[in-house]
């Protein structure tokens, strides 16, 4: 664990270290991704049965190896105990109403010169969902993915998975179920990213791909962006706290791990304006490690990436790190944190006051838990609606309002010598 | 020319193969472009200095070598023709009026439970644009990527164009005062793009980089993205035109070739019902031709790409055939436009009625001309505002609130394995 003190000579270099480190894998897996997306390409269901058998050890024959079928999903909907049952259900029905009110709205204008000029919203035909078969096999993610497809209108969302040795997580498939998933096929890795994208015999080309995976997946993702539609480049999780000296050090301790127990490259982040808060905090993390099944992971992350940073105040600095940092999620626990939240810039996703731990956006308030990583939050947002929607936009002109701007785009398409283009407008006012 | 007819027994095949060809380079630059990406993040100015000798053979040594500065680009715009001038104030004010239209709304609602959750929009930082060098320097481009980026509140914006000999085109630099670009940089290729997204000494970097470029640039920027965001992977333009046999050709014509100037690889499909007509517009591109400047480029894309595609019955199979081809531009030119519109789901922009000619959505419409090419516009659109902004969620809690909806959270996490998301709820309860 890392300790700072902005008041400290070397913090700014330490500081600037800090938010330069992605503690993204370098693993270079491009060549690799590359030959497998081409096999795919090129062989279609043979190289995935081929590449199936190789990584997951398991056959692609009947079209029960290929493909979980509607009736299994909804048998492990069934199986469900009722209480993990109706808390599936409260999130996605407020995953559902949350994402509804992301609709956006189109637009069909009229100008003076008679210039009419809009916009039109509309879905994409098809969607894939990639969902890992190991640790991150998450039901929540499945529902956070795949409700905002469908409140777009997606008709055809598709679900790939690997299933090592035939395994597949029961979780997910009955999330699959409640979220209306229309296809789950049973591959996984770059392979399983290269049939959505190309299409094989058996499986259709979706038009977007969304979901979690490793760096195989994230590289093939990444390669056949502009093929398809892609959510984002994701990389490990991590929080941002903001606390003063006010809040419980058991639950602070909890929310920082919470973040820890992900993964070892996962970041936790304290901001506090109380050294003694920031020591008690310290000490407790290891009380709290000793009870938790993660520890391993959470002590590895913490011990790692964790960071504590003491500011003389949290008004007047706390915003300007939070802003250079741009974390993924930021959790605010002050008397007013909404003064704070009014300075801070970049984030992904904001949790305000004390009551509000980062978990409990991850499974049930209803805002999407997919969120820009790595300093993303400069420049992207978290998944919504509008990742399986896109705009088409229109104009239409008489002839009144053709006279009125046409001989303006007659000399910018002559100054730029484009000729033909300014002749489509002159043969038609006959100039 | 490619002439078919959706009656011909060997129309299928002939259409899937006109929908499948991207006419997109295969040139491989991708390793040529990560040495010099790698270059310039290691080395900065002094790479950017050599690299642009190479390819530009201009030298970077003064200030002004580096950069235009604002007093050059005003001195472009005064001496601008005052009928040029008024044109591209025209441009400007209308394109700014639409997006304008595009800035989102933020969210911010409160549930039965008290949950508090919304969404909060910004722009980012800074944001970069190329602006090629040779053949597709041109000032209407420059407006729109320029103009949505100062509409969503963008506070930096800097242009990168190469100066090859030392040229840079002066209606670039007008259009740069115009748009109110604040950083102009002379140099270009995958180099000025790997400046822009990692910086150097003397180019702070930027968070998104848009604009159209080479094979080089596209990949670079390709490359980056997930350093920084980026626009789009973009192709060689296109235009569907759909037609009755009440065109003149002559307009039909003018309209076709007005795409085809742009490039040897651009594409323009003409949709009729009428064989006559389709003739008669296919012998009036022979005249139109022998009229034009670019008739160079326009004769080579459209025989190589160009294609007239006959149908029974425009309404019932001309939005099938659109939706496959989702083309950039689609250029409806019937009595009724607005029916078929109804039923095209794919497409970049769309252009309605007999006196809507395509190039005047180039300039002066008002809705952006940087459109998804090479049927991307299956998932994605236009640039707009939203290109330059991001949007932060936020979720706010009270104990009532946790009490409510914490339960369900703690449920599913606990079945994920995740104990200490399950746990910062539970200390919260006294759970």
New interface residues.
Partial sequence: MLRLNTRDPGFDAAFRKLVSDRRESDENVSRDVQIILDDVRARGDAALAELTRKFDQHELASDADWQVDAATCREAFDNLTP??R???E??AK?IR??HE?QKPAD?D?T?KHG???G?RW?A??AAGLYVPGGRAA???SLLMNAIPAKVAGVERLVVVTPSPKGQVNP?VLAAAHLAGVDEVWRIGGAQAVGALAYGTERIKPV??IVGPGNAWVAEAK?QL??V??ID??AGPSEILLIADGQN?P??TA??L??Q???DPSAQSILITDDPVFADTVADRIGV?LA????ARV?SESWNTHGTIIEVADLMAEAPALANALAAEHVQIATDD?QAL?ER??????????R??????????????HV??TGR???????L?V?DFM??????????K??KA?????V???N???????????E??LGI
Avoid at 291 to 294: C, D, H
Avoid at 344 to 353: C, E, Q, T, Y
Avoid at 376 to 382: D, E, I, L, Q, V
């Fill in positions: 209480d993990l109706a808390a599936l409260l999130a407020r109403a949350f009110g637009r204008e100008d210039v009419r000029m916009a509309g994409v035909d998450y039901p929540s979780l038009d977007v990444r962006y502009g398809v539609g984002m480049v419980s058991e639950w909890a929310d791990l919470s820890a127990e992900h709290e009870m938790l099944p993660t959470a944190p939240f801070i810039r970049h984030a992904g996703s904001v949790f305000l006051g009551m509000t731990p980062e978990a409990v956006g991850d499974y049930v308030a209803g805002p999407n969120l820009p993303r939050a400069r420049f992207s947002s978290g919504s509008l896109k705009r088409t936009s229109f104009i239409q002109l008489d002839a309002a053709l701007v046409g001989p303006a785009a000399e910018l398409a100054a730029e010598g484009l000729t033909a283009h300014a002749r489509s407008i043969v038609r």
